[in-house]
């Protein structure tokens, strides 16, 4: 396996210890979230495709859309759609299998159209229009997938992660995730999905912006608007003194301004601001830890649609946080760890130009714990096609 693991004790001080710190979250209903999982989803079900009708991956990177925002007019009671949003599919895929042609842009419509139908409670078939631009591979890129035990990188990328996860980025995380919950929708199913969390903690105190889209069709008046939005800033309120120790103030939809009527709301009429008012596109939204931490370490690939077998943009995103994560918990001391994973074009995924460990410790790394680490590595490299295999499944949820 590769001799290119490299270590290099830190002596930054670790996120959580530094005075500030932003973090971001946007939730399933943002438009730049949205094409993120569409897209994904969309390589997943590509792929078990090819999986059944040639037994292995074949090319293809479905990491490029665009959800142009519609146009709608909000009401009390309901509005309407006037114009449904547009979604363009686009990027490259292996069509031709011998003499067959599959139907790749069918496929990508239906995928979307089963994700808008599970995970956005008033969009329906009619309220979105598609636009398929899924163009043929290179045969040079297609040529990777020839040997198909050791794929080799179609791109020349560096990826990073880190660990732990700090409280912060918990709690802005955590915070759209209950707001998006089941038992929250059904106390509050004026509350839409289209939910964004930004946190700007200073020492122990954080400040929590939220935005959330209400669904027109469950607010009759401007005073029940309000009402409603003090009693979600209630219960989320006790969300978070019930599960962080931090003081935490949170503030909801800032732009609203009574008496102003429609034009003080943030009402929608399916629940997203691309319904009027925001449109979307891939790599816009959360890194692959989920969240957007602009004072932490970033690479220089989004996760969402990129090949789960050969495009080390998807691969080694998720696999370099698995790895810090390992190192944090299996290593006494350290701090926090980063975990650089680089390679070129044409290498085998499997075998980095170079992993760069980053452990951020007080004093010195022994050369007992410098093994742990190395053997950490060295460990997920050699199991990294069941790692894939994990990837084309779903299990590491990429926004």
Known sequence: MTNQIFIESV????????????????????????????????SIDLSKLYLKETGTIQHHNMDKALLVAGQSESNFGGGKIIKPMKMILGDRATFD???RTLPIGDLAIQTAKEWFEKNLRFVND??????????????????????????????????VGYAPFTETESIVLNTE????????????PESGEDVKVMGFRDANHVDLTIATAFVDRFISTENQY?????????????????????????????????????????LTVLGTSADSADSGQVGRGNMASRVISPSRP????????KNPVSHIGK?????????????????????????????????????????IV???????????????????????????????????????PIA
Request: include cysteine; hydrophobic fraction near 35%.
């Open 11 to 42: 002596n930054n001080i670790p996120t959580f210890k530094k005075r500030f710190e932003i973090v971001e979250r946007k939730g399933i209903g943002h438009p730049d979230t949205i094409c993120d999982l569409v897209m994904n989803q969309v």
């Open 97 to 99: 299998i011998g003499e």
């Open 126 to 159: 009619e309220h979105v229009e598609y636009q398929v631009e899924i163009g043929v591979t290179s045969k040079e890129l297609q040529s990777i997938f020839e040997n198909t035990k050791s794929f080799a990188a179609n791109d020349t990328s560096v990826l």
């Open 177 to 188: 995730q209950h707001i998006n919950s089941k038992q929250f929708k059904d106390n509050f």
């Open 226 to 266: 309000f009402q409603k939005k003090e009693e979600m800033l209630q219960e989320i309120n006790e969300f978070l003194k019930k599960n962080y120790s931090m003081e935490i103030t949170a503030n909801m939809n800032c732009l609203d301004s009574k008496n102003r009527g429609m034009s003080g709301l943030y």
């Open 298 to 305: 970033a690479g220089s690939e989004a996760t969402a649609g």
């Open 315 to 355: 691969i080694y995103n998720a696999l370099s946080f698995k790895i810090a994560n390992e190192i944090h918990i299996k290593v006494s001391g350290l701090d926090e760890v980063c975990v650089w994973m680089y390679n070129v074009i044409g290498r085998p995924v499997n075998d980095p130009k170079a992993v």
């Open 358 to 396: 980053q452990p951020t410790i007080t004093g010195q790394l022994q050369n007992a714990e410098k093994n742990q680490i190395n053997e950490i590595v060295e460990n997920n490299l050699q199991n990294i096609h069941e790692f894939c295999n994990e990837l084309i499944s779903g299990k590491h």
